[in-house]
């Protein structure tokens, strides 16, 4: 009997998580569908490409929401076990409150970690093709910035023509072995400047010992500047900005690629913190779980599906204020960006602790 209710326990709780993903996933859908739409009403594409890449986009989103999804199928799921008298049947059968809360959120617990070994892997390709499919479309590509093995690279569109940087490696504001190449309107190679290093602190840039190759009716000239300064309408803080969107990035990526993404000019502060948040999620998930079983196994009395509803959007929001104040207090400095992914979980699991020793004397 005991195997049988332990069944019938997660089969059910999986089922309502299900649900609940499920109705997400259409609201996600329908919000993100016609943002699509407005992208692609000038292009000449089919309306399959807005609705594959909706599809694509909406379950990297979900997995952003899996704390709050936990949370209210735990609700739903807990909230229907009682009213049924189903809860009361467990206890008969030896169930504490705290055998059941255990058993549900220890499942959430595996569930966050198969989420990020098994699922985040593959919603993160469908994310990088997203980003790259609307990259390909995006009327805006005259300024292009990527860092792949072979260092950065960056794209100008300049009034004289086109302008394309590349740099072997970037340390906090310098970069290492910096190749500039300046062409006309006509792609035609007229300056090359090459620079040991270059201080990208500001749009002035200050290129070290530079050698300066110009090009005039097929003759060659160079010359050396120690400081040469150059403008560009990129600096270092516009260029780490545009690689804080970890979302193309799994959890095993950052794991197993953390060294090199650093040597690549990720910020180690940013990658810490991603990496955090990632591993805090399977924690978040049980105390979600933890949670939502102290609002609804307090009595066996049915209550108003309403007041249910009410509590659970104010404890969502509450939670989601609270977990982007902890961040933006890392990124001020106020403290760590690793600590701030986990004082949520902390402050958050300390009170449902006291909660959940509560209930189980019901």
Not at 145 to 162: A, D, M, Q, R
Not at 223 to 238: P, V
Request: glycine share 4%; net charge positive.
């Amino acid at each position: 009997m005991s195997k049988i209710l332990f069944r019938y326990l997660l089969l059910n709780f999986f089922k309502t998580i299900l649900k609940v993903i499920l109705i997400f996933y259409c609201f996600g859908i329908i919000l993100n569908l016609f943002e699509e739409i407005e992208f692609f009403k000038n292009s000449n594409t089919s309306i399959l490409m807005p609705i594959t890449l909706t599809a694509l986009y909406v379950p990297n989103m979900i997995i952003k929401l899996f704390p709050f999804i936990i949370f209210i199928s735990s609700m739903w799921f807990l909230f229907n076990l009682r009213n049924t008298k189903d809860l009361l049947t467990l206890k008969i059968f030896g169930y504490s409150n705290f055998r059941i809360f255990f058993i549900l959120a220890f499942s959430s617990f595996i569930f966050g970690w198969v989420t990020l070994f098994a699922i985040n892997p593959i919603t993160s390709l469908m994310t990088k093709y997203y980003e790259k499919t609307k990259s390909h479309h995006s009327r805006d590509v005259d300024h292009l910035v990527t860092i792949n093995k072979n260092g950065l690279w960056i794209k100008e569109n300049l009034n004289s023509g086109y302008r394309v940087i590349s740099a072997d490696e970037t340390k906090n504001t310098t970069l290492k072995n910096v190749t500039i190449f300046n062409l006309d309107k006509n792609y035609n190679l007229y300056e090359k400047i090459y620079s040991v290093s270059a201080d990208i602190r500001t749009n002035n840039w200050v290129l070290n010992e530079a050698i300066i190759y110009k090009i005039v009716d097929g003759l060659t000239n160079y010359n050396t500047i120690e400081n040469y300064q150059l403008f560009s309408k990129y600096d270092y803080e516009k260029i780490t900005s545009l690689f804080k969107n970890f979302d193309t990035m799994s959890f095993l990526d950052l794991i197993i690629n953390y060294k090199d993404l650093q040597s690549r000019g990720y910020s180690k502060a940013s990658l810490d913190q991603n990496l955090n948040i990632m591993l805090s999620m399977p924690f978040f998930l049980f105390i979600m779980t933890a949670l939502a079983s102290i609002l609804t196994m307090s009595t066996l009395k049915k209550s108003n599906n309403i007041s249910f509803i009410i509590t659970g959007i104010i404890a969502c929001v509450a939670i989601f204020y609270f977990k982007d104040l902890s961040i933006a207090l890392g990124q001020t400095n106020r403290i760590s960006l690793s600590l701030a992914a986990w004082i949520p979980v902390a402050v958050i699991g300390l009170v449902s602790s006291i909660g959940i020793l509560q209930i189980n004397e019901k």
